[in-house]
């Protein structure tokens, strides 16, 4: 018996296939998350070594609710607290992990979340366990999202509004008018900063920081670990109480071994590096997003690129295409997105010939 074969065959016959693939590591990467290229750079990788080094036990053993929690955690969580201006964090497995955290355990009987219709698999997968209500509203569509809660039949306990930074797909930012909706409603605001924190803001913090948001508390900004901050892992900032319920509600980090230490301590590098040098690291995402304006016509407000081709096959020949010249970008075909995209990230370490190669190419 050949468990799977007919549904794998209709996966097949419509090109959406998915295979995790080794790609040659010298092709020039315009394709991942590590927004800032820090994740090639050594001299990073060496001072968490040598801080980890000096660590007792390496890993992390056991549930940060038993004895997994360590002062790696801990000064993390109060680094990240002091420059979002959140009352409290905590730190968890994986972006997937704290979606998967949050939603679940907020969302009580007699709660209604919202939820933006282009929010990451891993919160929509969260909303089949949630024993409130879920309502989606259109992509980035307030006016949507605001007739939907006035509209609700009955007064619900609580309101959460559940939105993302920036748009892993299509690099767009959520309009500032979430917040003044969600403080008209009394709501909370739940925003997944895994593409905005260390990309936008006066001091690339992230959404909060760009529109000057002062944190409130009905606000949770949830980051993760894996893109601009070069490790793997996740963190959520909230108030005491939220975070509070969240050790005491949210399975995902009450029943899962505490996050690895090392991604902890690397990220904490990086963070610091990232702060140290915003500067410069700000400049760069302007001049790189003022070639993606000169060549494609495009406004970047982040370093994520969609360019819209619309065909499942068209986008992995293109793909095939840019790798015979050294260039690997994204091919990101249905039904991760509507209609299929390259989907190209204008890295900051990517010289600046080679990015002009690249969209000189995809002009055409
Ligand atoms: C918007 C968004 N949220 C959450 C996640 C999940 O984060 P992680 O990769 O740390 O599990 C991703 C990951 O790709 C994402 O794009």
Redesign the pocket.
Known sequence: MNYYEKELNIIEKSNRLRKRKLFDNKLIDLAS?DYLGLSTKKSLLKKTYKKLKKEKSFSPKASMLVNGYSTIHQKFEKKLCKLNKFEAGIVVG??????IAMIESLIRKKDVLFIDEQY?A??MLATKLVQGEVIVFKHNDTEDLENKISSLSYTPNRIIIAI?GIY?MGGDIAPKEFNDIATKYNAILLV?E??SSGVIGENLLGWFDYFDIKPQPNHIKMG???KAYAS???YILASHNIISFLENRAKSIIYSTAPSLFDIALAYTNLKYLQKNKNKIKKRIAYNQSIVKKYLNIDAKSLIIPIEIGDNKKVIQIQDELIKKGYLVGAIRQPTVVKAIIRMIIKLDIKEKDLKEVVRYLKN
């Open positions: 998350n994986s972006g997937f992990l704290a979606n990451h891993s919160g993302e892993s997944d895994a593409h993760t670990l894996g793997y892992g996740a």
